[in-house]
């Protein structure tokens, strides 16, 4: 199994920054995609920023230019540095991680959720 622990959410004022981090443990063999997902209140849970195994990026419209979606390789971690936040980007915003896993000697394909964190741009 792999498990994916995020932190970084909190409350910020309009114009301000944070800083996102989601840590995947476990018997991992290698990781493809990393992305990062939000959800507002009565809205659908949608794409924020994606990054592959190459290091190829996408974002979403609405963060272009504000967000850069980053990760780190060896510690199988993906960050969102947020700037610029605005108050609809209050959301929960989640991370989900794809790759291959060892299970029972055996490599499987893993489709992982974190647990979310709660981001409210607020003044």
């Known amino acids: 199994q792999v498990q994916l622990v995020e932190s970084g959410g909190g409350l910020v004022q309009p114009g301000g920054s944070l800083r996102l981090s989601c840590a995947a443990s476990?018997?991992?063999?290698?990781?493809?995609?990393m992305d990062w997902y939000r959800q507002a209140p009565g809205k659908q849970r949608e794409l924020v920023a994606g990054i592959t195994s190459g290091g190829n990026t996408n974002y979403a419209d609405s963060v272009k230019g504000r967000f850069i979606i980053s990760r780190d390789n060896v510690k199988n971690t993906v960050y969102l540095q947020m700037n610029s936040l605005k108050p609809e980007d209050t959301a929960v915003y989640y991370c989900n991680v794809n790759g291959r896993s060892w299970v029972r000697f055996a490599l499987r394909d893993f489709d992982s959720w974190g647990q979310g964190t709660q981001v409210t741009v607020s003044s």
């Open positions: 476990g018997s991992i063999f290698s990781i493809y995609a």
